[in-house]
């Protein structure tokens, strides 16, 4: 591996505790013969224009901060030839795509001889015109892990995104979308759909570890249909909070190449972000596209 490393850093991100020990982390390549470039984000600078205004090799770039950042990384590095292999300090909120692929926090890379890593590859979506990472979704509580206050998941645990979410129900909008996955063609009124490459989205746990392969180039695709009455959504909260997803309410397909059409506009949010609205998304899985590097064996 080339010793020339890039860390991107969200000075935001982690109540900016970060700060204090990147050139901690810095030093500990330095002794291991490696050249490092600390670049910061800015309000108007993203990792994405950090990367198109890197001129120096780029062979290994760290990103510090969370799965927005990432995004903002993925968009800019699926436009190079020659991509360098990515790491990641999550330092986000969820961190659901670190919680897949094992990434720790910033101790390993503080204390141990990157020696001691392997590389994995991972697939990345196509949403129309943008990259994501690991999930895009739309419906009902995509932004409750995000506007759920820590204090409250203090005391309450997991039950703190129950709280929040049923503060949502009277909000919730159901969708008719036709679902086109690989060729099979599904038509029905749902409240939340997702396309995703990992064991979890927004903190919840949609699958096992086991049946997630991040680079087998297919996505798990999750509708959850509209119930017929109000209170059935209180039975959905349940379901998605204790992880009983074995019911009528809940459909789960996979597929590489997935195109959705609604009648309405859909909200989107992609890696916990912003997506846009849009009536008709194209989603396509770039198989093995990059490579991460993740503390554990040789590379």
Not at 15 to 34: E, L, M, P, R, T
Not at 83 to 96: A, E, Q, R
Not at 226 to 250: D, E, H, R, S, T
Request: net charge positive; hydrophobic share 40%; glycine share 8%.
């Amino acid at each position: 591996m080339n010793k020339n490393i890039l860390i991107i850093v969200n000075p935001n991100a982690g109540k900016g505790k970060v700060q204090k020990k990147i050139h901690k982390i810095a030093n500990n390549f330095s002794k291991q013969d490696y050249v490092v470039d600390i670049i910061y984000t800015k309000k108007n600078y993203s990792a994405k224009d950090i990367i198109q205004d890197y001129k120096g090799p780029l062979q290994l770039v760290i990103c510090c901060g969370g799965d927005g950042t990432l995004n903002d990384l993925i968009n800019a590095v699926m436009l190079l030839e020659n991509k360098p292999k990515i790491s990641f300090i999550p330092l986000g909120t969820m961190n659901d795509f670190a919680n897949t692929i094992q990434l720790f926090k910033h101790r390993f890379f503080m204390r141990n001889n990157m020696k001691n890593c392997k590389t994995i590859k991972a697939d990345i979506g196509k949403f129309n015109n943008k990259y994501f990472n690991y999930v895009c979704a739309f419906g009902a509580f995509t932004m409750v892990p995000y506007v759920t206050k820590q204090s409250l998941k203090k005391v309450f645990g997991k039950l703190a995104y129950f709280i929040v979410g049923v503060r949502y129900i009277a909000k919730i909008k159901a969708y008719n979308v036709k679902i086109d996955v690989d060729g099979k063609i599904i038509k029905d009124n749902v409240i939340y759909g997702s396309i995703s490459n990992s064991k979890s989205i927004g903190g919840f746990q949609w699958f096992r570890k086991r049946d997630i392969d991040i680079a087998d180039g297919k996505y798990e695709v999750v509708l959850v249909r509209n119930p017929k009455y109000k209170i059935g959504m209180i039975a959905i909260v349940f379901n998605i909070l204790f992880k009983q997803y074995n019911n009528k309410n809940f459909l789960y397909l996979q597929g590489s190449n997935i195109k959705i059409n609604s009648s309405i506009n859909l909200k989107w949010t992609l890696d916990g972000e912003y997506g846009g609205r849009q009536k008709e998304v194209i989603i396509q899985n770039n198989k093995k596209a990059v490579e991460y590097v993740i503390p554990g064996f040789n590379i």
